[in-house]
């Protein structure tokens, strides 16, 4: 039975009770789960997670560009960035050296298109790139999430992704790149069988996609 939820609540910021429950339901399947405020808190918490000189790979995520991430990591010189080096590789010629280094950094941090109150994580790709790292090729993993990302289940999670999220990538990739994006890759987490590896920062407020 598919659960209904109003297009515009893709957008509103889930309540309080729905992050606790997301998050109660995650814990149990084996994530790291931390509540927090907003994205100035998970930029200070996630400086602390990840040690100096790490290599880390950041997802392409509107929630790491807004809220400073992504240039704390990328530009910030406290870790081996990951990203910075393979855009400067040549992809014709050192392809397989750039999938690896994007496939197994020490550390991904990123986001993601929803969180169920069942405890699943789901990540839409067109490329795929963050895919392998995001699934098991990193030693650890940061989801950065703001709260308009929780949904009921898995089926509403899917309309969320093309429904809300896709016409939103959609524009961006249009504007900045000047071709369309789409849903080629589609990684639902279900648990993390390794205790400590995989952290969500959940955050009360919105942010991102």
């Known amino acids: 039975m598919t659960t209904s939820v109003p297009e515009t609540s893709f957008a509103d910021a889930a309540s309080g009770r729905r992050l606790e429950r997301a998050a109660a339901a995650l814990a149990a399947h084996g994530f790291t789960v931390e509540i927090l405020d907003d994205a100035a808190a998970a930029r200070n918490r996630v400086r602390e997670l990840i040690p100096e000189g790490a290599s880390v790979f950041t997802g392409s995520s509107e929630t790491l560009r807004l809220s400073g ?109 000047g071709w369309p994006s789409a849903i080629n890759r589609l990684l639902v987490l279900n648990a993390e069988y390794q205790p400590g590896r995989g952290t969500v920062l959940l955050l009360r407020e919105t942010i991102g996609f």
């Open 69 to 177: 991430i992504d240039a704390d990591i990328n530009t910030g010189g406290r870790y081996e960035a990951v990203k910075p080096r393979a855009l400067a590789m040549d992809r014709a010629t050192q392809a397989d050296e750039i999938r690896r280094l994007c496939a197994s950094p020490d550390v991904v941090v990123g986001s993601v298109h929803a969180v169920t109150e069942t405890g699943s994580l789901v990540i839409a790709s067109g490329s795929g790139t963050q895919l392998p790292s995001y699934s098991g090729g990193a030693a650890r993993a940061i989801w950065v999430v703001g709260a308009q990302k929780v949904v009921p289940d898995l089926s509403v999670a899917l309309r969320r992704v093309e429904e809300h999220c896709l016409p939103l990538e959609n524009a961006r990739t249009l504007e900045t790149y």
